[in-house]
DNA sequence: CCTATGCATTCACCTAGGTTAACAAATACA
DNA sequence: TGTATTTGTTAACCTAGGTGAATGCATAGG
């Protein structure tokens, strides 16, 4: 496979287009080397589980997308974060060795700030928004995801019962005739 | 005042140490032309107005902070976001002019993922966690904010209403003894 | 000094969503 | 193909937290 351009001609791995078949486990929580990975085919998802052995749904990643966990890479600690393969996929893992150079940074400074931007509309959105209208905001995220995915998925990542997503799902059925 | 570095020096802008009065508002919703602010002393924060006219805090900026809406930033959009002085304070306005070299930008990168990284945090924590564990989340967080801003705001940030935090931190009270 | 406004607390409710469990449908697998 | 496991749905209950209102205190401004 060629890359679009140099940025990521350095940023990944050549030849290191993998295939996983779904289910692997690409990086569970404790590990301490950090990975990355963009997906050119299939969908990951990463999540944690809680203290009392509850799964939570972090983000999916189906193609074009990257996954990684910032927060352990900012403050070098071992991830909470598992990552694994929801279908079979094609995936290159960003290369942990390539040094971050000032050129490098400019432009990985647009991917940051998006990122974050991301990140800060859904903590806006988890502190102010009821379960139907995360449903629909997961819906706007990731159109093509909610027949790809299990609905307790869906449920997982919205932060709600896979029982309370099939009431939502009940009652607007239901009221729109 | 004298800037610790070369990077501050460029991206604030010399002189414009502002005094705030307590009750200014320095951005609001809608505003187009998106500001940041480095917080020198005192207390800003920054919230939403939801659709029901109910207010979020997302986030605070006492010393050291910076706030600002990196949404609105990433997506050249008009922001949600207003940011309002809690205390009479001294602020710097960061420079909207200064163009990102490359050097900054690698500078600005680690900044950016350390943001990113509180986020995601914050995400974790809003989908897993009882509003006690949240406002125990808080006070590590922000340990010196605990007796300055009123808790109504604390309550506000933690996504509960004041009620709710008085009902749990007098249980606490009286479970501890 | 008096009055008004805002804040914290408490109480009696209410409700969205969680929990448990039963069952049906779909999917995996042997 | 048949059996087992995973999913989605529904329903009866439970609970954390929301709502609204009353009360007491503190602070601010005249």
Same mark, same amino acid.
């Given at each position: ?47 944690? %589980? @809680? /203290?009392?052995?509850?799964?939570? $749904?972090?983000?999916?990643? &189906? +193609?074009?997308? =990257?996954?990684?966990? *910032? ?11 598992? %990552? @694994? /393969?929801?279908?079979?996929?094609? $995936?290159?893992?960003?290369? &942990? +060795?390539?040094? =971050?150079?000032?050129? *490098? ?73």
């Amino acid at each position: 496979m060629l890359y679009k351009n140099n940025l990521e001609n350095m940023l990944f791995e050549k030849g290191l287009s993998k295939t996983v078949k779904k289910g692997t486990i690409l990086q569970r929580e404790g590990d301490t080397q950090l990975k990355s990975f963009a997906v050119t085919k299939g969908l990951l998802r990463s999540y944690i %589980i @809680d /203290a009392k052995g509850k799964e939570h $749904i972090f983000m999916f990643a &189906p +193609e074009d997308w =990257i996954v990684g966990d *910032l927060y352990g890479k900012a403050l070098k600690q071992p991830t909470r974060l598992f %990552i @694994d /393969a929801l279908e079979d996929s094609e $995936i290159l893992e960003i290369n &942990p +060795e390539v040094e =971050i150079t000032n050129e *490098l940074a400019l432009k990985g400074l647009e991917k940051a700030i998006r990122r974050a931007a991301m990140l800060q509309n859904r903590v806006l959105m988890l502190m102010s928004a009821t379960a139907w209208e995360r449903y629909q905001y997961f819906i706007e995220i990731y159109p093509d995801l909610y027949n790809r995915v299990p609905q307790k998925m869906i449920a997982s990542y919205l932060g709600i019962t896979p029982q309370a997503l099939s009431r939502i799902r009940g009652e607007w059925a239901r009221s729109k005739k």
